[in-house]
């Protein structure tokens, strides 16, 4: 029974990130105009309705104050004299259901409350005056401070004072002003939808005007983008420096890009030369033993002398592509060298065990360690490290020194930030042209000698990848006939690595 396939999930859509921009703004711009609008309208309102109080209460004082000149109890006959009118006049006369006498004006004597509503009640809370016609009952929860009440379909403050004469200190009749918020409720419903308005106009200018900057903005990283996707159709070896001039984070961006893209070129072209290298040294070795085992298949296994003749030369050959193989682990293994366990070596002591050595096994070379170490010269790197690079150092000025001179100087020095090795020979020398490439990876400067001499063409490219690890160097100076000296730098702290 055949499996059913997983189905493949589509990809989510990708969202503009200008849209995203816009959003955010006009999200930004709405939380910052409604918590405005909320801040202007709370403040609005408590004005407003504080500035009512504040009214209401001078109205309910000053008609208070007017009324407590009476000595007597207030009815509608004296209630005129206390109220700023000349004469009883003036007043209208009206009748409730009980047949009680209420005064009326539509103005008041009292300067500044003559467009005010309130009532005038007598010692037994019956109403006996109201201004501006208003006719109510006396409040049963009486207040000194203004209260938002509902009477009827009406709402608004409402006041009540007790008029107390002040000459006799007795009750004489009662105050109340009724205030209606009509007028601050239009204001209020206004203002919130002007406020309302106004934010969805901002909403608007501020998408539109988001969108444009962002557009503005990112137009830079937009063709970085574009340019992107067009390197990424190109083939590998093509490439071309973008170029954007925002003197922003966007323009490092690209040029991040391009050193990543650099670095890349040169990884693969390191890579196509390393193949092409290797195929290079592993043709010749392997035309060799291929050579021999066909001669061996034809006759040569019926000839002794021919017989070993081929196998030593195909020994001979497979060596060759053993070390060369070893040397290529070994940079491989260069790469992922742990510096986070390093111990200080003494440079000295390591490199006079090495020339110990090598003084035993070319016993006609003269091999010379000068040591001009005024410190106790230790250098933080892992001892094979520093053994396996003076070692393919000295093991180079022996194979290339020939007939021309078998003296060899080690010197060992130091300046403020690093241990420094040279080894100078006097050997065949290195003409200019070639100083610049003898530490890549199978580089030589003469294939034909060097195939004598043998070797794999690695070693230097070695101790480039032990100096780079270590942050030190390695330098050649050198002439055609004069011999060769080379300068190796390494760390003396942790700090420097």
Known sequence: MMGILPSKTKPAPKRSIKLKWSFANMLFCFLVFTIFAVIVYQTSVIYFLQGEKEDLIKVVDTVDNHLSESDENLNPQNVYKYLGYRAEGVLETYYDESGHEIKSAREVGIPRVDWRSFQVYDEKQQLIFAAQTAKLSLYSKKTTKPVIVKIGNKTGFIVTRTVISKNTGKVIGYLQSFNELNFYYTIRNKLLFILIALEVVAMLWANFIGYF?????????????????????????????????????????????????????????????????????????????????????????????????????????????????????????????????????????????????????????????????????????????????????????????????????VTLSEDDDMIITKVLDHGLGICKEDQAYIFERFFRADKARNREIGGTGLGLAIIKNIAQIYKGSISVESQVGKGAVFTFKIPKNKEKI
Not at 265 to 294: C, K, W
């Open 213 to 409: 900057v962002s557009h503005h903005l990112l137009s830079p990283l937009s063709r970085l983008h574009a340019e992107m996707k067009k390197i990424n159709h190109l083939p590998s070896g093509e490439f071309k420096d973008i170029e954007i001039n925002t003197g922003d984070e966007i323009e490092e961006l690209a040029d991040v890009f391009n050193d990543m893209m650099h670095k890349k070129q040169e990884y693969l072209e390191g890579q196509e030369r390393f193949v092409s290298d290797v195929s290079h040294e592993l043709r010749t070795p392997l035309a060799v033993l291929d050579g021999h085992i066909n001669l061996l298949l034809r006759w040569g296994k019926d000839d002794p002398k021919q017989l070993t003749e081929s196998l030593e030369a195909s020994r001979q050959e497979i060596k060759k592509m053993s070390n060369m193989i070893q040397d290529m682990l070994d940079i491989a293994r260069l790469k992922h060298t742990d510096r986070s366990e390093l111990e200080y070596i003494s440079v000295a002591c390591s490199m006079s065990d090495l020339v110990t050595n090598f003084r035993i096994v070319h016993p006609t070379f003269d091999i010379e360690l000068e040591n001009k170490l005024i410190s106790p010269g230790k250098a933080l790197i892992h001892k094979n490290h520093y053994d396996q690079a003076m070692t393919i150092l000295l093991d180079n000025a022996v194979k290339y020194s020939g007939k021309i001179g078998n003296y060899i100087k």
